[in-house]
């Protein structure tokens, strides 16, 4: 089955610095992955996904991720946040699985930005 | 078109009431999602449609019913809800087998059961 364990639920930057968010991973073969963001009382926007080839992803507004298959990881970064990151941000696992197309997301990660 | 469309966007209803909720997609995507979200946890899964059948159900109360009119619709319909089933409800798109192009999102219904 696959699963993904997302282990900060909250973190807390100041305006300016760098993030990075942890993702891990259990799929049985290659994982489509994808970060999503979700302002409050609002639905999910995709930053960015992987599924082959270059192991960094760049994404919209200034994001990236990068998949290290040794860790089971696709930690999500940025070099400068800005207020308006303050936003929930949810990992995922996407893949065809049970005869259906499945996306399977972590608890999230609640991140609060600093002025 | 590259939006995936919630109606209503909000819903008040009573926990004897029937009521539907709406998502429509133009983007020719053939597998539709409805997802659950609770305050403060990860959308939930809740069913799959491929090809206008019902794919996966993921054990979901059968006082929630799909339903896959066409290709670019999918409904939910809502009867005998408890307060419990309070919540966003998501509804999404994507390609039938190849989650590659991603899964897009709608806004979601925030559906309250008084």
């Known amino acids: 089955a696959q699963s993904v364990t997302q282990p900060d639920i909250h973190i807390t930057v100041s305006e300016g610095a760098s993030l990075e968010l942890r993702c891990n991973y259990s799929?049985?073969?290659?994982?489509?992955l994808f970060w999503y963001v979700q302002s409050p009382g609002q639905g999910l926007q995709l930053l960015l996904k992987?599924?082959?080839?270059?192991?960094l992803v760049q994404g919209i507004k200034g994001f990236e991720a990068e998949f290290k298959r040794s860790q089971s990881s696709f930690n999500l970064r940025k070099p400068s946040v800005h207020w308006s990151d303050a936003a929930e941000y949810f990992c995922?696992?996407?893949?065809?699985?049970?005869?259906?197309?499945?996306?399977?997301f972590g608890t999230g990660t609640q991140l609060k930005v600093e002025l | 078109d590259t939006e995936v469309t919630q109606t209503p966007k909000h819903l008040v209803m009573g926990m004897t009431n029937k009521k539907s909720l709406k998502c429509e997609q133009h983007m020719g995507h053939r597998a539709m999602y409805w997802y659950k979200q609770k305050a403060k946890k990860p959308p939930e899964l809740m069913f799959v449609?491929?090809?206008?059948?019902?794919?996966i159900n993921e054990s979901v109360p059968s006082r929630f019913s799909p339903e896959c009119p066409n290709s670019s619709l999918l409904n939910l319909h809502l009867h005998a809800l408890q307060p419990e089933d309070s919540a966003l409800y998501l509804c999404?798109?994507?390609?039938?087998?190849?989650?590659?192009?991603?899964?897009?999102f709608g806004s979601g219904t925030r559906l309250t059961v008084v």
């Open positions: 995922a696992v996407g893949g065809f699985t049970g005869g259906g197309n499945k996306l399977t």
């Open positions: 449609y491929s090809y206008e059948k019902l794919s």
């Open positions: 999404a798109s994507s390609h039938h087998q190849d989650p590659r192009g991603g899964y897009t």
């Open positions: 992987y599924f082959s080839g270059d192991t």
């Open positions: 799929y049985g073969a290659t994982p489509y």
